[in-house]
Protein backbone atom coordinates (compact mmCIF):
# COMPACT_ATOMS: atom_id res chain seq x y z
CA UNK A 1 0.00 0.00 0.00
CA UNK A 2 1.13 3.56 -1.04
CA UNK A 3 -0.48 6.52 0.34
CA UNK A 4 0.51 10.23 -0.38
CA UNK A 5 -0.93 13.08 1.41
CA UNK A 6 -1.59 16.35 0.18
CA UNK A 7 -3.32 19.93 1.02
CA UNK A 8 -1.66 21.24 3.74
CA UNK A 9 -1.05 25.22 4.45
CA UNK A 10 -1.18 28.20 6.36
CA UNK A 11 -4.88 29.28 7.60
CA UNK A 12 -6.37 31.76 10.31
CA UNK A 13 -7.66 30.07 13.61
CA UNK A 14 -11.22 29.70 12.61
CA UNK A 15 -10.50 28.49 8.82
CA UNK A 16 -10.92 25.55 6.75
CA UNK A 17 -8.66 23.46 5.08
CA UNK A 18 -9.26 20.25 3.69
CA UNK A 19 -6.00 17.39 3.56
CA UNK A 20 -6.50 14.27 0.43
CA UNK A 21 -4.65 10.89 0.99
CA UNK A 22 -3.91 9.56 -2.50
CA UNK A 23 -3.97 5.37 -2.24
CA UNK A 24 -2.39 2.90 -4.39
CA UNK A 25 -1.13 -0.46 -4.23
CA UNK A 26 -2.49 -3.42 -3.13
CA UNK A 27 -5.53 -2.62 -0.69
CA UNK A 28 -8.02 -5.15 1.42
CA UNK A 29 -11.35 -4.73 2.61
CA UNK A 30 -9.83 -4.80 5.89
CA UNK A 31 -7.62 -1.73 5.11
CA UNK A 32 -8.76 0.96 7.66
CA UNK A 33 -6.94 4.72 6.69
CA UNK A 34 -6.05 7.23 9.44
CA UNK A 35 -4.87 10.79 10.18
CA UNK A 36 -2.11 11.24 12.29
CA UNK A 37 -0.55 14.32 13.44
CA UNK A 38 2.95 15.44 14.93
CA UNK A 39 3.75 18.76 16.75
CA UNK A 40 7.18 19.82 17.37
CA UNK A 41 8.23 17.81 20.34
CA UNK A 42 5.20 16.09 20.72
CA UNK A 43 4.25 12.35 20.06
CA UNK A 44 2.67 11.39 16.79
CA UNK A 45 -1.43 11.61 17.98
CA UNK A 46 -4.55 10.07 16.52
CA UNK A 47 -6.69 12.60 14.34
CA UNK A 48 -9.08 10.35 12.93
CA UNK A 49 -9.74 7.15 10.94
CA UNK A 50 -11.63 5.10 8.41
CA UNK A 51 -12.68 1.69 7.18
CA UNK A 52 -12.54 1.51 3.49
CA UNK A 53 -15.08 -1.38 3.81
CA UNK A 54 -18.15 -0.11 5.63
CA UNK A 55 -17.37 3.53 6.22
CA UNK A 56 -17.29 3.46 9.81
CA UNK A 57 -15.15 6.34 11.59
CA UNK A 58 -13.51 7.23 14.65
CA UNK A 59 -12.33 10.40 15.78
CA UNK A 60 -10.08 11.97 18.98
CA UNK A 61 -11.86 13.57 21.50
CA UNK A 62 -9.88 17.33 20.71
CA UNK A 63 -10.90 17.29 17.13
CA UNK A 64 -15.05 15.77 16.96
CA UNK A 65 -17.83 18.10 15.95
CA UNK A 66 -14.93 19.69 14.13
CA UNK A 67 -12.86 17.60 12.06
CA UNK A 68 -14.52 15.14 9.07
CA UNK A 69 -13.14 12.54 7.59
CA UNK A 70 -14.31 10.69 4.43
CA UNK A 71 -13.78 7.78 1.62
CA UNK A 72 -14.02 7.88 -2.61
CA UNK A 73 -12.90 4.19 -3.26
CA UNK A 74 -13.66 5.14 -6.69
CA UNK A 75 -10.96 7.51 -6.74
CA UNK A 76 -8.98 5.76 -3.96
CA UNK A 77 -8.75 8.99 -1.72
CA UNK A 78 -9.61 9.52 1.75
CA UNK A 79 -9.69 13.31 2.52
CA UNK A 80 -9.63 15.14 6.15
CA UNK A 81 -11.77 17.67 6.07
CA UNK A 82 -10.55 20.42 8.79
CA UNK A 83 -13.04 23.12 9.78
CA UNK A 84 -12.86 25.57 12.82
CA UNK A 85 -9.50 25.58 13.13
CA UNK A 86 -7.24 26.04 16.03
CA UNK A 87 -3.31 26.97 16.36
CA UNK A 88 -3.13 23.69 18.45
CA UNK A 89 -4.18 21.82 15.11
CA UNK A 90 -0.63 23.30 13.76
CA UNK A 91 1.13 19.99 13.21
CA UNK A 92 2.22 17.87 10.31
CA UNK A 93 -0.21 15.59 9.38
CA UNK A 94 0.44 11.98 8.41
CA UNK A 95 -2.03 9.48 6.85
CA UNK A 96 -0.99 6.01 7.45
CA UNK A 97 -2.98 2.46 6.64
CA UNK A 98 -3.54 -0.45 9.01
CA UNK A 99 -5.21 -3.90 8.57
CA UNK A 100 -6.05 -3.93 12.37
CA UNK A 101 -9.79 -3.39 13.45
CA UNK A 102 -9.42 -0.15 15.69
CA UNK A 103 -6.07 1.62 15.10
CA UNK A 104 -5.55 4.16 17.39
CA UNK A 105 -1.62 4.41 18.08
CA UNK A 106 1.30 4.93 15.36
CA UNK A 107 2.27 1.48 16.47
CA UNK A 108 -0.36 0.09 14.97
CA UNK A 109 -0.14 1.85 11.53
CA UNK A 110 1.93 0.11 9.17
CA UNK A 111 2.03 2.21 5.94
CA UNK A 112 2.61 5.76 6.07
CA UNK A 113 2.46 8.61 3.28
CA UNK A 114 4.66 11.59 4.02
CA UNK A 115 3.50 14.08 5.81
CA UNK A 116 1.81 17.91 5.00
CA UNK A 117 2.57 20.45 7.01
CA UNK A 118 -0.94 22.36 8.37
CA UNK A 119 -0.08 25.93 10.67
CA UNK A 120 -2.80 27.77 12.09
CA UNK A 121 -2.05 31.50 13.25
CA UNK A 122 -3.89 32.78 16.21
Known amino acids: VQLQASGGGLVQAGGSLRLSCAIS????????VGWLRQAPGMEREFVARIRLSGGRTAYADSVKGRFTISRDNAKNTVDLQMDSLKPEDTAVYYC????????????????WGQGTQVTVSS
Open 96 to 111: AASTDWSPITRYEYYY
Open 25 to 32: GRTFSSVT
